[in-house]
């Protein structure tokens, strides 16, 4: 949350900052019980679409 405060109101980034928790909770719980590695460049790609959907664009 505290990186999302930056660009953020507070209320948003505590938002965005809990969608960001659980989808790497997600993807870690995902590949735990898949017992297979987690793909790492899906979860960059993955994590990186979600924190610029969240941000304002200039």
Known sequence: MYE????????????????LAALIDGLWLRAALSGKPLDKTLAQSLTSHFISQHLPTD
Do not use: M, N
């Open 4 to 19: 999302f405060r930056r660009e953020l109101p507070r209320d948003q980034a505590q938002e965005a900052g809990y969608g």
